[in-house]
T-cell receptor, first 116, second 113 residues
Framework: NAGVTQTPKFRILKIGQSMTLQCTQD?????MYWYRQDPGMGLKLIYY???????DKGEVPNGYNVSRSTTEDFPLRLELAAPSQTSVYFC???????????????FGPGTRLTVL | GEDVEQSLFLSVREGDSSVINCTYT??????LYWYKQEPGAGLQLLTY?????DMKQDQRLTVLLNKKDKHLSLRIADTQTGDSAIYFC?????????????FGRGTQLTVWP
């Protein structure tokens, strides 16, 4: 059971380039999330998905796109990279929390992205 | 978004107790969480407390919740060098069907031998 895996671990992009951050989970979780963590800051939610084919925006979605064609995969796309997107990106997944129930999110190891 | 505040740094000597504090603004939060992030790794859930509880103990960890002051703390007894990490406080507002988490900025705990 690998949990949540992310690739690549590190990437340097030039302004205007595009890339896709990959995220895969093998726990059959319905919910998946993308967060970004800026230096000295907490995590901010970019996009989330409650199941295959369903995605929605979080707090900071501008400049990103997502898709969820399978339960396992939730890639994050940057179309036109900007220096403001320099950050560490974390993917997470969880089982559907019951109403009012606790939600245990499992995190991947992160992708460190630098845009120059 | 919700506001979760934490002090940024804490240093303790090995064997001492560590207390990491957090304040939050949403009084309707159902669950409050503590996550641990080791260098170069993702976040790992340490413990959580339901909003109708005052205290939760789990081995070396004690979580205290003061709902009146909207204050959450994490006490680590007999702190070890392996406890050095960043600790994040997070909350789930009531009515959040997503189970959405709002994180503080994290407290960097350094344990000196």
């Amino acid at each position: 059971n690998a949990g949540v895996t992310q690739t690549p671990k590190f990437r340097i992009l030039k302004i205007g380039q595009s890339m896709t951050l990959q995220c895969t989970q093998d726990m059959n979780h319905n919910y998946m999330y993308w967060y970004r963590q800026d230096p000295g800051m907490g995590l901010k939610l970019i996009y989330y998905s409650v199941g295959a084919g369903i995605t929605d925006k979080g707090e900071v979605p501008n400049g990103y796109n997502v898709s969820r064609s399978t339960t396992e995969d939730f890639p994050l796309r940057l179309e036109l990279a900007a220096p403001s997107q320099t950050s560490v990106y974390f993917c997470a997944s969880s089982q559907s929390p019951p109403p009012g129930g606790v939600d245990t999110q499992y995190f991947g190891p992160g992708t460190r992205l630098t845009v120059l | 978004g919700e506001d979760v505040e934490q002090s940024l740094f804490l240093s303790v000597r090995e064997g001492d107790s560590s207390v990491i504090n957090c304040t939050y603004t949403d009084s309707s939060s159902t669950y409050l969480y503590w996550y641990k992030q080791e260098p170069g790794a993702g976040l790992q859930l340490l413990t959580y407390i339901f909003s109708n509880m005052d205290m939760k103990q789990d081995q070396r960890l004690t979580v205290l919740l003061n709902k009146k002051d909207k204050h959450l703390s994490l006490r680590i007894a007999d702190t070890q060098t392996g406890d050095s990490a960043i600790y994040f406080c997070a909350e789930t507002p009531r009515g959040s069907t997503l189970g959405r988490l709002y994180f503080g900025r994290g407290t960097q705990l350094t344990v000196w031998p």
